[in-house]
């Protein structure tokens, strides 16, 4: 009998997190700018090696110059710049060991472990490794490792593999709105930590997440960015 109410109160503790936060699961879709700015609105406080370096992004793309710019031959946008692809939304699937973040760009899985249930996951390489944990309706999430050659946003908003973005992910106004509260600390890129929001709009649960093949936009586009793409 004791054997048998341990092993109720054993699962129930696995379930309870993933009720108390269901919340967040769903279909999302960004409704953030695709230019990350900082809580306050103001260009992140890049270093002068990083701002040459952010300027010199602006200015090629301007000119419709995108060879800086991994995504161009489709390698993955990295985090956060994934979630802001505002034309492809994305869904987010809660279980007791682990959150998946199942996008339409190019059918990328972005794997978080919630800490103590399931070993660190890393893939794909350019969202780096996350784990996460729960604040009551809160997914904290910790990102290391993110592949320095990604960008923190499409305008080109550079990182190295040394930064750690903390993210907090919860639902406002009803449970309407999906709201990415991210602090991002990397010393080599900025001259002090920042903080940014981002905002998501939910959609219906019959909404479908639709078939992605960058290369074939490629092929179509000559340019692998969801904004010129004519799959829809």
């Keep these: 009998m004791i054997r048998k109410f341990l092993a109720l109160a054993a699962v129930a503790m696995l379930i309870a997190p993933v009720a108390q936060a269901a919340g967040i699961a769903g279909i999302w879709q960004a409704i953030s700018p695709n230019k990350l700015l900082t809580t306050a609105g103001q260009v992140p406080p890049l270093n002068a090696t990083a701002a040459a370096q952010y300027r010199s992004n602006l200015a090629a ?15 993955p946008p ?26 339409q760009w190019n059918r990328l899985d ?3 472990g919630i800490v103590g249930k399931e070993p660190l996951y890393v893939g794909p390489y350019y969202f780096g490794a996350s784990t996460a944990h ?13 592949i320095e050659n990604t960008t923190l946003d499409a305008a080109g908003l550079p990182h190295t593999d040394s930064a750690v ?3 907090r992910f919860h639902t406002i106004d009803g449970g309407q709105k999906l709201a990415a509260d991210i602090h991002v600390h ?15 709009r939910r959609l219906p649960d019959d909404t479908r997440i639709k078939e992605d093949v960058c290369m074939e936009r490629k092929k179509l586009n000559n340019y692998a960015t969801i904004y010129n793409s004519v799959i829809k």
Excluded: H, N
């Design 61 to 75: 793309a301007a000119k419709g110059d995108y060879s800086w710019d991994p995504v161009s031959i489709c390698k």
């Design 186 to 200: 990397d010393p080599a890129t900025y001259t002090s930590d920042w903080d940014t929001r981002l905002l998501f």
């Design 165 to 167: 973005l903390t993210e």
């Design 110 to 112: 972005r794997i978080v």
């Design 134 to 146: 729960w604040e009551g309706d809160t997914l904290v999430v910790s990102v290391t490792g993110i």
């Design 78 to 103: 990295g985090e956060p710049r994934t979630m802001l692809q505002d034309d492809y939304p994305f869904e987010i699937d809660v279980s007791p060991v682990r959150v998946d973040f199942l996008f």
